[in-house]
Structure formats: structure tokens, C-alpha cells
Nanobody, 128 residues
Framework: QVQLVESGGGLVQVGGSLRLSCAAS????????MGWFRQAPGKEREFVAA????????YFTDSVRGRFTISRDNAKNTLYLQMNSLKPDDTAVYYC?????????????????????WGQGTQVTDSS
């Protein structure tokens, strides 16, 4: 059982930056895929980004590509989502998820259904 804990959410102005963290309870940085999803009020949960620890490939949804990046700290079992040039539409609860990599290309992991473990979420809100 993998436990994930997100942190780093908060109020941010349009155009600002925020870094979210996802701390894992065990070493998921070997042959795991980690994903970021978000859910805005009244909307369905949607894919944001995925990171394959087996090789480091990444995949971002079109609306955040070029503004968001992913990094990791292996010593802390932590994945980061750096969000820059934030827009009002980025306001949402952000969730971290993970599962073992099963050999598919990274874009396969843009589906909510592919993930086995989820964090509790962290709120990102436009303060403008």
C-alpha cells in the first residue's frame, strides 16, 4: 500500500507561481508512474501531468504544457509540480496518484482509471 501526501497549495495571483509536492510513503521512484490530476468546482477530475520514474519521461496536458514542470527528490521520495504563469482556470484541488509502470507509453497514464493510489489533494486558488 502506497500512501501519498500532497502539499504546497494555497492562494496565488494570476501570473504567479506555486510548487506542489507529493511525498510517497515508500520508494516509488523505481518503475512507477506518478500522475498529477486536478478537479475544479463543479467539474470532473482531469489529467494534468505524468512522470515515469523508469527513464524520467513526462507528459503534460495541452493547457499546462510550457507552464508546468515536474521534478523529483529521490532522497525524500517526493515529486514536485512547478506551476508558473498561473491562470484562473488552474484553480482546483490538485491530486497526486501513482501505480507501477506496466510498459505503456507515458500518454497511456493520462487516464484516471489507470492509477491505484491517490493522495488527499491540495487546494490551489486564484487570489485575484
Amino acid at each position: 500500500q502506497v500512501q501519498l501526501v500532497e502539499s504546497g497549495g494555497g492562494l496565488v495571483q494570476v501570473g504567479g507561481s506555486l510548487r506542489l509536492s507529493c511525498a510517497a510513503s515508500e520508494r516509488t521512484f523505481s518503475s512507477y508512474v506518478m500522475g498529477w490530476f486536478r478537479q475544479a468546482p463543479g467539474k470532473e477530475r482531469e489529467f494534468v501531468a505524468a512522470f515515469n520514474t523508469n527513464g524520467g519521461s513526462t507528459y503534460f496536458t495541452d493547457s499546462v504544457r510550457g507552464r508546468f514542470t515536474i521534478s523529483r527528490d529521490n532522497a525524500k521520495n517526493t515529486l514536485y509540480l512547478q506551476m508558473n504563469s498561473l491562470k484562473p482556470d488552474d484553480t482546483a484541488v490538485y491530486y497526486c496518484a501513482t501505480r507501477r509502470w506496466s510498459g505503456e507509453r507515458i500518454w497511456y497514464y493520462s487516464s484516471i482509471a489507470t492509477y491505484d493510489y491517490w493522495g488527499q489533494g491540495t487546494q490551489v486558488t486564484d487570489s485575484s
